[in-house]
């Protein structure tokens, strides 16, 4: 059975640090490239970053840029996030995704609000 588990969210004040956590099972995770993205209410879905299977690529959104951090440990099957120098905006709830040559997945989501 395909697991996506998200956690680490919760609440943080402007300027202030979160590290999500994606821990995967039921799939080759080292297989997967792995992505994170949110969806504020009544926006689109937007990717914030990903990496590929193996490390050698990785992508942020100008929005997010210089500000985030995606890494991945293929040992433990889990995808990170370091999310540093917070705003209100980054608040909504943050997603992990897995793609791969056999399809995607998606997590549960976990809630970052950003708030003094």
């Known amino acids: 059975q395909v697991q996506l588990a998200e956690s680490g969210g919760g609440l943080a004040q402007p300027g202030g640090s979160l590290r999500l956590s994606c821990a995967a099972s039921g799939f080759t995770f080292s297989s997967y490239a792995m992505s994170w993205a949110r969806q504020a209410p009544g926006k689109g879905l937007e990717w914030v970053s990903g990496i590929y299977s193996d490390g050698s690529n990785i992508y942020y959104a100008d929005s997010v840029k210089g500000r985030f951090t995606i890494s991945r440990d293929n040992a433990k099957n889990t995808v990170y996030l370091q999310m540093n120098n917070l705003k209100p905006e980054d608040t909504t709830v943050y997603y992990c995704?897995?793609?791969?040559?056999?399809?995607?997945?998606w997590g549960q989501g976990t809630q970052v609000t950003v708030s003094s």
């Open positions: 995704n897995a793609e791969g040559v056999a399809g995607g997945y």
